[in-house]
């Protein structure tokens, strides 16, 4: 029995479909007559054919239900999905879309179909015509919103931006400025370091500068499409079309700035005096970037996609992380490079510009995942900057102290070590407040620089650059003690003292080193400079002036008295002579030490000279020969 009823339901759902198969055919009742003929249990089919016509008829019911401003819109968009350019009506057809999408997928949501769940077939059918259209229409508006950012973008005036560089920036002053060419001091003087007298002005080294990015009639056609695009949930692909140009863009003003993609490994391989080109640039660019593009950048963001500040944020971050990172990642590997004196200054400089900005680039990165990671990456780099600075630093230090060239200088003049050196240390002043702050985290090395003076009384009052510095003077006055012995005369060793230790002094004296160092420090070497031009005095005269002493030489009228008296006076004469001879080719840079030591040989020479004549004794000098002797030590002793 169960096997006859299955049987009979087989034949039923046969006949359903041959039925539902003829449907829109002329001939569908008259094969219902035959069907129920060959088998009254066919009849019951009739009533599936009346079912499924009221069924049709709800279709074409909700059909025509649809709203007419929405199958209005879709015609405009799916027309005009090729057109050149967005019109009103373009627009306005994509508001209504917008509109209408919403209402059904409201509507969907809430479970307010009016045609019961038979009219979900034929709704869902309208929404994907709705979702069809507004896909096409946001692929539409897509495409205007990338061709508008590049069309309408401002690009950076490189004349604005040299113009800017130059209101801020300065004078290089190179090695060359410190010594003659031809002076060699091995290690220490193939340095050539530069540094950049700042002059503070309006630039982008001051306060923050707006730029336009794009046009601003373009900034309100964006705003209305991104509007558009974020209330359709089309956020993301927008976000990805204004990143992609807006990165493209800011690429090309590293371009313009001079600021090339280089890996670390790149960077450490180029040749210094094409790396110090490169970090010029760099510093620029930093104060341009974080004073001036970023934020007129950020600016833009906000302007575009006011309707979200999660997306305006998101896309900032995408669009300005790249180039930060690029910035950094420079800093990173000039900070890791190889250590030598002619890069200390540009160090410092970069240490000066990345922390002049860094409070820049903590607020305009506030995102607490990215923020904090640009921040981090910054700081990470501004301690690398600073560490380099330091141990750059102490590495001259060494090479001064241990600066060994054994080739004497015949003339005894300042040696081309000493002018270096100064010279540098007058330089690292315009630092004093940047080294300071770099010394507050280097206190191994401050302990050491302590430990290597033995008198530490004059440090104490001191600031940490103060104390660097007074640390490196003294190197300087170590090594200068050792070269001048290696001159064969005592003589000729205080001189070389006198001119190297004097023109440190002027050095210091000149400078805002004399504030550092004290005014005790200045008098110490006052008063060693004045011992030094004693020493001078003694080690070069005594013996010539022995000669002219009363010993030895008995009574003035014995023939042996005669003797002796000419004696004397032919000797005197000779080591005269010999003196000036050589010490004339010797050289006194400074005026007025140069006329002071005239001066002293003159009140030493010349009263005992003229004593010597002046005795009651057959024997004297014509007067031509004792001007000729004032002449000379008066006039022409030393030279210039």
């Known amino acids: 029995m169960a096997e006859t009823t299955e049987g009979q339901d087989k034949v039923l759902a046969t006949a359903q479909r041959i039925v539902q198969s003829l449907h829109n055919t002329s001939d569908t009742d008259d094969m219902l007559l035959i069907l129920s003929a060959f088998d009254n249990r066919l009849s019951t089919l009739s009533s599936f054919v009346s079912s499924d016509d009221s069924s049709s008829g709800a279709q074409r019911s909700a059909a025509s239900a649809v709203d007419p401003c929405f199958e209005a819109a879709e015609q405009i968009v799916l027309n005009e999905a090729d057109t050149s350019s967005l019109t009103d009506d373009y627009l306005a057809a994509v508001d209504d879309l917008i509109q209408s999408t919403e209402e059904m997928n409201l509507n969907y949501r809430d479970g307010e179909l009016q045609d019961g769940f038979q009219a979900a077939g034929p709704r869902c059918d309208v929404m994907d015509r709705a979702e069809n259209a507004l896909h096409v229409a946001m692929m539409r508006l897509e495409d205007e919103f990338r061709h508008i950012l590049i069309r309408n973008t401002v690009p950076l005036d490189p004349e604005r931006v040299h113009r800017s560089s130059h209101s801020s920036s300065t004078v290089a002053i190179a090695a060359s400025d410190f010594f003659d060419d031809n ?158 004196s002619e890069k200390l200054f540009r160090i410092l400089d970069m240490y000066d510009a990345l922390a002049g900005v860094f409070p820049d680039l903590q607020s305009l990165f506030m995102d607490e995942e990215v923020g904090d990671m640009v921040s981090s990456e910054a700081k990470g780099v501004l301690d690398s900057l600073g560490e380099a600075a330091i141990g750059t630093f102490v590495e001259f230090e060494n090479a001064v102290q241990a600066e060994s060239s054994r080739k004497t200088l015949q003339n005894g003049e300042i040696h081309p070590l000493t002018r270096y050196v100064m010279n540098y240390v007058k330089l690292l002043l315009d630092y004093s407040d940047t080294l300071n702050a770099v010394l507050e985290n280097a206190e191994d090395e401050l302990r050491q620089v302590k430990s290597r003076n033995s008198d530490n009384s004059e440090m104490k009052s001191m600031s940490l650059i103060g104390q660097r510095l007074l640390a490196l003077i003294k190197s300087l006055e170590s090594n200068l003690e050792e070269k001048s012995r290696m001159y064969e005369g005592t003589a000729m060793q205080y001189i070389f003292l006198l001119n190297n230790i004097l023109y440190i002094v002027q050095k210091v004296k000149d400078s805002e080193l004399q504030n550092l160092l004290g005014d005790n420090w200045v008098k110490k070497r006052r008063g060693q400079i004045r011992q030094y031009a004693t020493q001078y005095l003694r080690s070069s005269w005594s013996k010539a002036l022995s000669c002219l002493k009363d010993e030895g030489i008995g009574g003035s009228s014995s023939n042996a008295s005669k003797v002796a008296l000419k004696d004397r006076f032919k000797n005197f004469n000779a080591r005269f002579e010999d003196i000036y001879r050589i010490q004339t080719a010797w050289k006194v840079p400074d005026p007025q030490l140069r006329e002071e030591l005239r001066l002293s040989i003159s009140e030493k020479v010349l009263p005992a000279y003229r004593s010597f004549l002046g005795r009651d004794t057959p024997y004297s000098a014509p007067y031509e020969t004792k001007k000729y002797i004032e002449c000379k030590i008066g006039n022409r002793y030393f030279q210039v």
């Open 183 to 340: 002076e060699s001091l091995g290690d220490v003087s193939s340095a050539r370091c530069s540094h950049q007298r700042r002059c503070r002005g309006v630039s982008f080294g001051g306060d923050d500068v707006s730029l336009d990015l794009i046009h601003q009639d373009a900034a309100i056609d964006l705003r209305q499409i991104a509007d558009r695009m974020i209330r359709s949930g089309y956020e993301k692909e927008c976000c990805q079309v204004y990143c992609t140009v807006r990165r493209d863009v800011l690429d090309a003003c590293m371009v313009i700035l001079g600021v090339e993609k280089l890996s670390i490994e790149e960077v450490q391989r180029v040749e210094w005096r094409l790396l110090d080109d490169k970090i010029k640039k760099w510093i620029q660019a930093v104060k341009v970037i974080a004073r001036g593009l970023l934020p007129s950048e950020k600016d833009l963001c906000e302007q575009i996609f006011s309707g979200s500040d999660l997306i305006k944020e998101v896309c900032f971050l995408e669009t300005a992380k790249a180039c930060v990172m690029q910035l950094l990642n420079f800093g990173e590997a000039v900070a890791i490079g190889r250590r030598s």
